[in-house]
């Protein structure tokens, strides 16, 4: 017990100096401790690591780990997708969801949540290296929409998580780009459309530009 406490001591520091996840254990935590599951509905039991990467105008892109918090002008995105130290069959295809649980404020979530991305047909580039990218071959069902709380509101929860991707996945009707953003459920979509549960995640905080 000890050694795997300390281990999990060690690899959460590694996250830290790395950015990244880079464990599951970690990844897992961080969602709990953030109440994720419970506020989504969902079952979060992730067996490989979801990268989401924010590239910038200047420097370098930045890599999430669970629960790290950006500045909204970090977020312009569109954001990239990868899985790091798993190698998923490049002849599948996955569905990627972005949602804000906190919508317009924390406190009143009247309108979470919102759907901030949603597509299908991401495939790994099966390049068998440590990270491998995530491309999209069809358009989304719902575009990338920057994080935009509104002034005055404390940091929101953006939660991205990935999914196994259902046969006919591309013929669902339950969520098309008509579709209102507002009060989504991704735990109904899920059951709907037979995603299951997802088998990665990652969340960023962001509040309101300081000038807002
Ligand atoms: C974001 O805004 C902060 C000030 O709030 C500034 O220091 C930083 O350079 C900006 N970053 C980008 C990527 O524009
Ligand atoms: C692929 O995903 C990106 C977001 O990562 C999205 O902006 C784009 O519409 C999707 N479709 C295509 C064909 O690239
Ligand atoms: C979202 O859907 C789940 C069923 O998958 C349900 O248990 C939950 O209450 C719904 N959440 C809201 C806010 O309606």
Redesign the pocket.
Known sequence: MKVLSLSAVISSFVGLALSQDVSLAAVRRAFNTANIPTDASLTFNPSVLFEVTFPQTSGPAVNLHAGIQLPRNATVG????SVRDSFLSPARSFVVAMVDLDAPTPQTPTSAQIRH?L?GDFRPDGSRTRTEKLS?????IS??LQPTPPAGSDPHRYVFLLFNQPQGFDQQTAVTATTSIANFNISQFASEVGLGNPIGGTFMLVGPDPTS
């Open positions: 569109p954001p990239l997708f991305f597509g999209n071959t069809t358009a989304a575009n990338f």
